[in-house]
């Protein structure tokens, strides 16, 4: 259980296009996902925290306008990059915590089940 | 601001045992992970501490002293497959919402 999946999981796209990930929760409802940006041998930066019905939340540093943040349902949570530039090829991940009841009573550990990624290559 | 810090590259041979310390200084905390990352996958989880002590798991053992805040990654019996970076994240607990902050990452390199 607990699998999460990304759609596509590698585009590339021209410079002043826009591109849609998807991120999905497979087998659980997941009020709460998080979108990750990935450069090349650096760690996880959180981007935005996505809540199902409601506005993202964003980090310090990311422009709301340009990286749209959609949770429009309890399994599925969508990014989408808009007028992408070569700067913004990078590595983006989507994570989902499994909040179903029985789950959140039986475990302190509430962890985060990561997706697949998704390789973004802007040309 | 959230400082984890965790070297940037360790080294050893197969069969051998490696420690990755991870150091934090966060304005909350309520838990800690490690997560295994191969170059171009997602991170799959390895450990979680929220107490202080040992936490074993087959191979992989994991340490926490929330008073020192420090952990360490214990990886014994080294096996090539275990090439990878090992991320340490702390789940602040000032944020309802569970977020994660990660350090940089330490790039195990496991050699014959």
């Known amino acids: 259980g607990a699998v999460v999946s990304q759609h596509p999981s590698w585009v590339i796209c021209k410079s002043g296009t826009s591109v849609k990930i998807e991120c999905r929760s497979l087998d659980f409802q997941a009020t709460t996902m998080f979108w990750y940006r990935q450069f090349p041998k650096q760690s996880l930066m959180l981007m935005a925290t996505s809540n199902e019905g409601s506005k993202a939340t964003y980090e310090q540093g990311v422009e709301k306008d340009k990286f749209l943040i959609n949770h429009a349902s309890l399994t599925l949570s969508t990014l989408t990059v808009t007028s992408a530039h070569p700067e913004d090829s990078s590595f983006y991940i989507c994570?989902?915590?499994?909040?179903?009841?029985?789950?959140?009573?039986?475990?302190?550990?509430?962890?985060?089940?990561f997706g697949p990624g998704t390789r973004l290559t802007v040309l | 601001g959230q400082n984890i810090d965790q070297p940037t590259e360790m080294t050893a041979t197969e069969g051998a045992i490696v420690q990755i310390n991870c150091t934090y200084q966060?304005?909350?905390?309520?838990?800690l992970f490690w997560y295994q990352q191969h170059a171009g996958e997602a991170p799959t989880f390895l450990s979680y501490?929220?107490?202080?002590g040992l936490e074993e798991k087959g191979r992989f053992s994991s340490f926490l002293s929330r008073s020192k805040g420090y952990s360490y990654l214990l990886l014994k019996e080294l096996q090539m497959k275990d090439s990878a970076s090992y991320l340490c994240?702390?789940?602040?607990?000032?944020?309802?919402?569970?977020?994660?902050?990660f350090g940089a990452g330490t790039q195990v390199v496991v050699t014959p």
């Open positions: 994240a702390v789940r602040v607990s000032t944020d309802s919402w569970g977020k994660l902050q």
């Open positions: 966060t304005s909350g905390f309520n838990g």
């Open positions: 501490n929220v107490l202080d």
């Open positions: 994570s989902a915590r499994d909040q179903s009841p029985d789950r959140v009573t039986t475990s302190s550990l509430d962890e985060q089940f």
